[in-house]
């Protein structure tokens, strides 16, 4: 036998990067070369070379290792050849006696990552058939570790979690042995359950996509395990249950996400009545789980802002499908959260092919029975994130009709005719006239006669008293027409005020008070009732400015020692002039309140203005004398002699 160099290890990225295209190209030629020469040997020189070192062993872990992550693009232009060549050999070995490291489940994992299902589904059959003690031995290993993580929930590793179930998910894809071996018992199921209650989205969607191809690999085994199946499905049902019954959300947990987000049930329901196994009990347990679906969510609208469009762009062919695109893309997002290794071309292609029914291309993908048009295409390829533009058609086009001429409601004005007259025309603010010009300026003089007949409108007798604020200073509306009413009314007001105002308590409305001396006194008093007393007390209690008026108009004993001054004080005797000075000066006559003149001018006991100079009374008359004009009606003098101008007179 003729000795063959040793296979040297795939190198990783960062020992890539420090070799040229040259030397990159020579090494995969090598290897290539390598692979098919040991492929070639008897299985007794595969032995003896796999015994020999473990070259072979050590090459091929850390290719699928390096190429699982990368892809195949990094093999230049042996990406065909030696991923063939790799495969071959890796048959070859699993023919043989693998060495230990070939029964790893990252290994194995890999290699279904890479390859075709169609390919690797077989290989790794055969692998369970001839070694299936130190297969199941590795994986239940990997199956006790990954129990206490799941159980543990949030206590757990839950990266180490999520990164194993990714790489285990692409064996249970590839080997429907793998799943029978992690669904015996319920424990894995059971931790699978457990964990999915921590809120990690990415984590939950590894776990949804593992319990989806452990229970689907059940029945692609020959014979399918249809009993196991059921078992499984009963425990789903248990488990829904227990957690409804808790305080958490119904549908927060992994039997309705599995429910909904699946087509596991009708791929069970499908196949077990294809195969005669749709037996009573078995349809009972789908439909108690078809139970657990969730209604659709209808995700609400975004919020943007709209863009007025103004006809000025050049529509496009992405414009055009931007529609079909999101819509499509949700559905591509579905496949490819059970197939994260398919390329969304890929994924668009086969969506296409099935009239966009996801359900059939899931199942197609599962049972690898695609049509050999897309069996055969790239998985890996991705959609056009930029279609070319479309060619320019540069044809000549007619020449437009002239833009007609605009019209508005200036055309034919002065202006427009230039007949304006130049010395009414103002660029800018248009300058001020002086007192001067306004006084030649007769255009816009007001008119004598009108300014005569507005004046002669006012009421000669206007000199009447102002009692708009009569009703706030009494509390009330004064009503003159039955005086004799006031007066009893007063009476009774001041008996009863007085008598408030010595004890409050004569008006209490209980049975003590009105049986009580001092009642009986005021009843005899005022000739009221025991109500109308005591409706009288509430009535003052609830108007504070009623009280206050009372105050003010009993509050004189005889001992006063100074009048409050008001702004205007009536006269005694309706004489119908108004009051004098505090001081009780008279400084000036005052005019008549209502018909006829008032006293003429005088000398009062006050200070007067026309005084001797340097007396005290004079001075502080001059100083006052425009204090009070509104009360002397200085006002009613001007507006009479305005009206005696508008009748023809002259100022006097």
């Known amino acids: 036998m003729v000795s063959l160099p040793p296979l040297a290890p795939f190198p990783q990225s960062s020992w890539r990067q420090h070799l040229s295209s040259s030397e990159w190209n020579t090494l995969l030629q090598s290897w290539t070369s390598i692979c098919r020469a040991i492929s070639s040997l008897s299985e007794n020189e595969i032995k003896a070379a796999l015994a020999r070192d473990d070259s072979i062993a050590t090459f091929l872990v850390s290719f699928a290792e390096e190429t699982a992550e990368a892809g195949f693009t990094i093999l230049d232009s042996h990406s065909t050849t030696l991923p063939k060549a790799v495969f071959q050999l890796v048959s070859r070995v699993f023919n043989v006696s693998p060495p230990p490291q070939l029964f790893d489940y990252a290994f194995l994992a890999n290699i279904a990552r890479i390859f075709p299902r169609k390919a ?352 706030d200073d009494v509390g009330g509306t004064v009503d003159a027409s039955n005086q004799e009413a006031d007066a009893a009314s007063d009476s009774n007001e001041e008996a009863l005020f007085r008598a408030y105002q010595m004890d409050s308590k004569l008006f209490d409305r209980d049975a003590g008070t009105r049986r009580g001396n001092p009642r009986a006194k005021l009843r005899e008093e005022t000739g009221m009732t025991d109500e109308a007393i005591e409706g009288w007390a509430l009535i003052l209690v609830r108007n504070p400015q009623q009280k206050r008026r009372l105050e003010a108009k009993y509050a004189f004993s005889g001992q006063q020692a100074q009048l409050e001054r008001t702004s205007w004080r009536e006269s005694p005797a309706g004489s119908g002039e108004e009051g004098s000075e505090p001081d009780g000066g008279s400084s000036r006559g005052g005019r008549g309140g209502g018909r006829g003149r008032g006293r003429g001018r005088g000398r009062g006991r006050g200070g007067n203005v026309a005084g001797p100079t340097g007396e005290k009374e004079t001075e502080s008359a001059r100083k006052n004398k425009e204090a009070n004009k509104g009360s002397r009606a200085n006002h009613n003098r001007r507006d009479a002699r305005a009206k005696k101008i508008a009748r023809g007179g002259f100022a006097g």
């Open 120 to 471: 690797t589904a077989p290989l790794i059959a055969q692998l369970f058939q001839r070694h299936a003690a130190a297969l199941e031995a590795a994986l239940t290993a990997l199956k006790k570790q990954l129990i206490p993580q799941l159980e543990a929930g949030i206590k757990g590793d839950l990266k180490s979690v999520e990164a194993r179930l990714i790489r285990l998910n692409y064996l249970l894809h590839a080997s429907s042995d793998t799943c029978t071996l992690f669904l015996a018992g319920s424990d894995f199921l059971d931790g699978l359950i457990v964990c999915f209650r921590v809120m990690n989205p990415p984590l939950r969607k590894v776990i949804l996509t593992t319990t989806y191809l452990c229970l689907v690999g059940l029945i692609d085994t020959e014979p399918a395990k249809w009993s196991m199946l059921s078992d499984q499905l009963y425990a789903l049902k248990e488990a829904a249950d227990a957690h409804k019954a808790g305080p958490l959300n119904v549908n927060d947990s992994l039997v309705p996400e599995l429910i909904t987000n699946t087509p596991l049930l009708k791929i069970l329901l499908r196949r077990a009545e294809d195969t005669g196994a749709a037996t009573e009990n078995f349809k009972k347990r789908i439909t108690a789980l078809e139970g657990y679906r969730k209604g659709t969510m209808v995700r609400p609208k975004r919020l943007t802002r709209r863009r007025l469009d103004k006809g000025k762009g050049k529509i496009t062919q992405q414009e055009v499908n931007a529609d079909i695109h999101v819509h499509k893309m949700s559905q591509i997002t579905q496949v490819q959260d059970l197939f994260p290794d398919l390329g969304s071309g890929f994924v668009s292609k086969c969506l296409d092919e099935y009239g966009e029914d996801v359900e059939q291309v899931v199942a197609n993908l599962l049972s690898e029975t695609l049509p050999p048009h897309l069996a055969n295409a790239d998985r890996s390829e991705s959609l056009l994130s930029h279609p070319e533009a479309g060619r320019t058609e540069l044809a000549p086009r007619p020449t437009p009709p002239q833009v007609p001429t605009r019209h508005n409601v200036f055309d034919d004005d002065d202006f427009d005719r230039l007949a304006m007259d130049v010395s009414k025309v103002s660029f800018g603010k248009k300058p001020g006239k002086n007192a001067d010009e306004m006084l030649k300026d007769k255009a816009n003089a007001p008119n004598k006669s009108a300014i005569f007949s507005a004046l002669a409108a006012f009421d000669s007798d206007d000199d009447e008293r102002d009692d708009t604020y009569d009703a």
